[in-house]
């Protein structure tokens, strides 16, 4: 919604918006219904098998992904700043992760304890 003024800046020409029923419709309805409800199962099932945090990790990687992909598949240019925002990207993404184990390896070392108020 808040493209669309500068779309319509960009392309005046209102027989290019005008959507015909061949292989063009048939991609925006399947990558819409399919690409949407594949992201939300993914993102359920992290948030069910592990913590919001990994979640939110993932999604700033999907955008490397996508480049990476796109350089591959489709043979697009891939330029100097994509590949430094990947490799940023990449590197706050296993520093998380490995955050992330530390944190969960500390809490099973302490879990052997006995608390503090309970009886002997």
């Keep these: 919604?808040?493209?669309?003024?500068?779309?319509?800046?960009?392309?005046?020409?209102?027989?290019?918006?005008?959507?015909?029923?061949?292989?063009e419709l048939a991609s925006i309805v399947y990558?819409?219904?399919?690409?949407?409800?594949?992201?939300?199962?993914?993102h359920t099932f992290g948030l069910r098998?592990?913590?919001?945090v990994y979640t939110a990790i993932f999604k700033p990687l999907s955008i490397a992904i996508a480049a990476?992909?796109?350089?591959i598949l489709l043979s697009e240019a891939l330029h100097l700043g994509s590949v430094i925002?990947?490799?940023?990207?990449?590197?706050?993404?296993?520093?998380?992760?490995?955050?992330?184990?530390n944190d969960e390896g500390g809490k099973n070392k302490d879990s052997c304890k006995i608390p503090l108020l309970q009886s002997p």
């Design 1 to 23: 919604m808040i493209s669309a003024p500068i779309c319509f800046v960009g392309e005046s020409n209102l027989s290019a918006w005008r959507l015909k029923p061949d292989i």
């Design 31 to 42: 990558s819409a219904f399919f690409g949407f409800s594949f992201i939300t199962v993914v």
């Design 49 to 52: 098998m592990k913590d919001p």
């Design 68 to 71: 990476i992909t796109s350089f």
């Design 85 to 101: 925002g990947g490799v940023i990207i990449c590197v706050g993404f296993y520093t998380a992760l490995w955050g992330k184990a």
